[in-house]
């Protein structure tokens, strides 16, 4: 595989690597070579000491392609790029926690606390990339076949490791960082490492430029709303539109993996995806296995990015091992015992009997692709899949329309069950969930099938996941939109006080929920879609694995956006336009709650808040100017309070000629 971007090697005088800089974007570099008496080696590992132990064991084992997996064949060369999610060790206390994100369930002092309590605790709250309890691997596989090596052959892999599953940097990342470890050795993670530590930093949802040698990678990033809290995403950065919407450009991103190849990858499974869309929204476990690790990658990328905009907050591992430390635990399951919410992608066949009791499982992809295994791999940046041997090699469009021989075989792989994958890889779903949400033969039937031409199939395949993307990502935005009145902000009516806190959010309860919902009706999208059945799709979603974590930082964000609303309507109040109509019982009141936000204000001065000595100031002048229209007895009494007395002195405001 020829290096995409063209990499200017620069002088070892120029290497400077900014190490906190580096952080931002990646935990560290690998090499890991396969040794045929040792097994799996760890070569370099830049910066040192970025992995315990254990981490390096377990990187170094997803790192490489299960060998039961493989077809063998002559090709001196074989590349191929894919990548692993791992849990990082020493976190115990959620080691078998099924959500990818903690969340804080409501409680009676919660609810006792005011709007502006409950933002200053979320941001006091905010986790960095170190705290993370993933770790995301993407690897660049090179197997060397040569008779003159023992058992024919070597394997290396070049791996980049990071908190956050960036897969439209790091693969195109991947492919120059590969090839070049190959031409010049070490000295290839030192020049990376120089180039990525200039980089800005991250932002959610943004196109970044990002220069690499003398050429630059143009990608976008994931938005917050999809990015757990504990990859180091700012809470700021999670306001993004509250309502439920339908982005203008596709190549906007609204969940993770954006860039995942849908249709290439479920082409042969097509009417399944509906099925499939509704088990990721519920949080179902799901296990896919595939001939290859960069297929079985792309199919659980691909189910992932399906539920867009949904926070996908169930456990997922695009390509796992029996070396995983969980692996031991999913084993030891007692019969009867539920199995986890995860989504598993694997290509070792021995998981269909070691995992025999998951309820769902999906098998993808094509052996012939081993020729030329990069699925996950092959598209650059802008998502395009080049043509040529490295490209896809797809079978014809099929819709599994019913015909006799379809129905009989059917019912064959039905009865034989995935164990059949044991003698022959064949493209199947075996599940007995029915589902609610019909298949949408119009979008089917808009697809395009291009045949085999590979340069009228990169084009084509662009345009079909496109057509895919959206229409899920409309199916997905319209099943949430009647939870939009839970986390819809509020505003100061004209005329009326905004020092008094914003009433809290509407409370929720699941039942009066689903009761209201099944007075009005999900929509018109929705009713034409599902079958009369539809409100139990919403009873399964309240159950499940994704409401929850979802639900909550959407009520978080909102509450976010209320107390930045309110602060902006008291910067521009006149306070004395309010005190001329307030009673003593009032202004008693308005003292106080100005003094409470004056208080959060000056917590907040000297971490988060841009423009809080602003804000700070103009509250301290509305709390003098109400202090002084108090009865004098009143002063006095509030004067005993040093620190209040301290915020109402004329010597501790800012001069009257800045006022």
């Given at each position: 595989?020829s290096?995409?971007?063209?990499?200017?090697?620069?002088?070892?005088?120029?290497?400077?690597?900014?190490?906190?800089?580096?952080?931002?974007?990646?935990?560290g570099?690998?090499?890991?070579?396969?040794?045929?008496?040792?097994?799996?080696?760890?070569e370099?590992?830049?910066?040192?000491?970025?992995?315990?132990?254990?981490?390096?064991?377990?990187?170094?084992?997803?790192?490489?392609?299960?060998?039961v997996?493989?077809?063998?064949?002559?090709?001196?060369?074989?590349?191929?790029?894919?990548?692993?999610?791992?849990?990082?060790?020493?976190?115990p206390?959620?080691?078998?926690?099924p959500?990818?994100?903690?969340?804080?369930?409501?409680?009676?002092?919660?609810?006792?606390?005011?709007?502006?309590?409950?933002?200053?605790?979320?941001?006091?709250?905010?986790?960095?990339?170190?705290?993370?309890?993933?770790?995301?691997?993407?690897?660049?596989?090179?197997?060397?076949?040569?008779?003159?090596?023992?058992?024919?052959?070597?394997?290396?892999?070049?791996?980049i490791?990071?908190?956050?599953?960036?897969?439209s940097?790091?693969?195109?990342?991947?492919?120059?960082?590969?090839?070049?470890?190959?031409?010049?050795?070490?000295?290839?993670?030192?020049?990376?490492?120089?180039?990525?530590?200039?980089?800005?930093?991250?932002?959610?949802g943004?196109?970044?430029?990002?220069?690499?040698?003398?050429?630059?990678?143009?990608?976008?990033?994931?938005p917050?709303?999809?990015?757990?809290?504990?990859?180091?995403?700012?809470?700021?950065e999670?306001?993004?539109?509250?309502?439920?919407?339908?982005?203008s450009?596709?190549?906007?991103?609204?969940?993770?993996?954006?860039d995942?190849?849908?249709?290439?990858?479920?082409?042969?499974?097509?009417?399944?995806?509906?099925?499939?869309?509704?088990?990721?929204?519920?949080?179902?476990?799901?296990?896919?296995?595939?001939?290859?690790?960069?297929?079985?990658?792309?199919?659980?990328?691909?189910?992932?990015?399906?539920?867009?905009?949904?926070?996908?907050?169930?456990?997922?591992?695009?390509?796992?091992?029996?070396?995983?430390?969980?692996?031991?635990?999913?084993?030891?399951?007692?019969?009867?015992?539920?199995?986890?919410?995860?989504?598993?992608?694997?290509?070792?066949?021995?998981?269909?009997?070691?995992?025999?009791?998951?309820?769902?499982v999906?098998?993808?992809g094509?052996?012939?692709?081993?020729a030329?295994?990069?699925?996950f791999?092959?598209?650059?940046?802008?998502?395009?899949?080049?043509?040529?041997?490295?490209?896809?090699?797809?079978?014809?469009?099929s819709?599994?329309?019913?015909?006799?021989?379809?129905?009989?075989?059917?019912?064959?792989?039905?009865?034989?069950?995935?164990?059949?994958?044991?003698?022959?890889?064949?493209?199947?779903?075996?599940?007995?969930?029915?589902?609610?949400?019909?298949?949408?033969?119009?979008?089917?039937?808009?697809?395009?099938d291009?045949?085999?031409?590979?340069?009228?199939?990169?084009?084509?395949?662009?345009?079909?996941?496109?057509?895919l993307?959206r229409h899920?990502?409309?199916?997905?935005?319209?099943?949430?939109?009647?939870?939009?009145?839970?986390?819809?902000?509020?505003?100061?009516?004209?005329?009326?006080?905004?020092?008094?806190?914003?009433?809290?959010?509407?409370?929720?309860?699941?039942?009066?929920?689903?009761?209201?919902?099944?007075?009005?009706?999900?929509?018109?999208?929705l009713?034409?879609?599902?079958?009369?059945?539809?409100?139990?799709?919403?009873?399964?979603?309240?159950?499940?694995?994704?409401?929850?974590?979802?639900?909550?930082?959407?009520?978080?964000?909102a509450?976010?956006?209320?107390?930045?609303?309110?602060?902006?309507?008291?910067?521009?109040?006149?306070?004395?336009?309010?005190?001329?109509?307030?009673?003593?019982?009032?202004i008693?009141?308005?003292?106080?709650?100005?003094?409470?936000?004056?208080?959060?204000?000056?917590?907040q001065?000297?971490?988060?808040?841009?423009?809080?000595?602003?804000?700070?100031?103009?509250?301290?002048?509305?709390?003098?100017?109400?202090?002084?229209?108090?009865?004098?007895?009143?002063?006095?009494?509030?004067?005993?309070?040093?620190?209040?007395?301290?915020?109402?002195?004329?010597?501790?405001l800012?001069?009257?000629?800045?006022?």
């Amino acid at each position: 595989m020829s290096r995409s971007v063209s990499f200017l090697v620069r002088s070892e005088a120029d290497l400077k690597v900014d190490e906190k800089s580096l952080q931002q974007w990646v935990v560290g570099f690998c090499i890991i070579r396969f040794d045929l008496e040792q097994g799996q080696l760890i070569e370099e590992c830049y910066p040192a000491g970025c992995l315990t132990h254990n981490e390096e064991l377990e990187v170094a084992f997803s790192s490489f392609p299960d060998s039961v997996s493989q077809n063998h064949n002559r090709s001196s060369i074989h590349d191929c790029i894919f990548f692993f999610r791992v849990r990082r060790q020493g976190n115990p206390q959620v080691a078998h926690l099924p959500s990818s994100e903690i969340v804080e369930v409501n409680n009676a002092h919660a609810s006792q606390m005011t709007a502006s309590d409950k933002v200053l605790k979320q941001r006091s709250k905010i986790q960095t990339g170190a705290n993370s309890r993933y770790l995301y691997g993407f690897v660049f596989n090179r197997q060397r076949h040569d008779e003159r090596l023992k058992r024919g052959g070597e394997q290396k892999s070049v791996v980049i490791l990071s908190h956050n599953p960036f897969s439209s940097v790091f693969r195109p990342l991947l492919q120059i960082m590969g090839p070049l470890y190959f031409d010049i050795g070490k000295k290839a993670l030192n020049f990376i490492a120089s180039y990525v530590s200039m980089w800005p930093v991250p932002v959610p949802g943004q196109l970044m430029e990002l220069p690499i040698g003398n050429a630059t990678l143009k990608v976008n990033l994931p938005p917050a709303h999809c990015m757990p809290l504990d990859c180091g995403v700012l809470f700021e950065e999670l306001a993004s539109p509250i309502a439920p919407f339908l982005p203008s450009s596709q190549s906007v991103p609204q969940g993770l993996f954006h860039d995942a190849d849908l249709f290439g990858t479920f082409r042969g499974l097509l009417m399944q995806l509906w099925k499939l869309w509704e088990l990721l929204l519920i949080g179902e476990p799901i296990l896919i296995i595939a001939p290859t690790p960069p297929q079985c990658c792309e199919a659980v990328a691909g189910l992932v990015s399906l539920v867009a905009p949904l926070l996908c907050s169930i456990d997922f591992r695009p390509y796992f091992t029996i070396h995983d430390p969980d692996f031991a635990y999913l084993n030891s399951l007692q019969e009867g015992a539920a199995f986890p919410p995860m989504i598993l992608g694997v290509t070792n066949l021995f998981f269909l009997k070691s995992l025999r009791r998951i309820p769902h499982v999906l098998s993808v992809g094509n052996p012939v692709m081993n020729a030329a295994r990069l699925p996950f791999s092959a598209r650059a940046s802008t998502g395009r899949i080049p043509a040529g041997p490295e490209g896809l090699s797809l079978p014809n469009l099929s819709l599994n329309r019913f015909t006799p021989s379809n129905f009989l075989n059917a019912m064959k792989l039905r009865r034989d069950g995935p164990l059949c994958l044991m003698t022959e890889h064949k493209e199947a779903f075996w599940s007995s969930y029915a589902p609610i949400t019909k298949p949408d033969t119009s979008i089917l039937n808009r697809l395009i099938d291009a045949g085999m031409s590979p340069r009228v199939e990169e084009s084509m395949s662009v345009v079909n996941n496109d057509i895919l993307r959206r229409h899920f990502l409309e199916l997905t935005t319209n099943f949430l939109a009647p939870f939009g009145p839970y986390y819809r902000p509020t505003t100061p009516s004209e005329g009326s006080s905004p020092y008094v806190d914003p009433p809290p959010l509407p409370t929720f309860n699941a039942e009066d929920f689903l009761t209201s919902l099944s007075a009005r009706g999900p929509g018109k999208f929705l009713l034409k879609r599902m079958k009369s059945n539809w409100l139990d799709l919403y009873r399964r979603f309240l159950k499940g694995h994704n409401f929850l974590p979802w639900f909550q930082r959407k009520r978080a964000v909102a509450e976010q956006e209320q107390y930045r609303l309110w602060r902006q309507a008291r910067m521009r109040a006149d306070i004395q336009h309010f005190i001329s109509r307030m009673s003593e019982l009032e202004i008693v009141d308005t003292f106080n709650a100005i003094e409470r936000h004056l208080l959060g204000e000056l917590q907040q001065s000297t971490t988060l808040e841009a423009g809080s000595d602003a804000t700070s100031s103009k509250l301290r002048e509305g709390l003098q100017a109400v202090f002084h229209v108090l009865p004098k007895d009143m002063q006095q009494l509030m004067l005993m309070n040093t620190e209040r007395a301290a915020l109402v002195r004329d010597d501790e405001l800012p001069s009257k000629s800045t006022r």
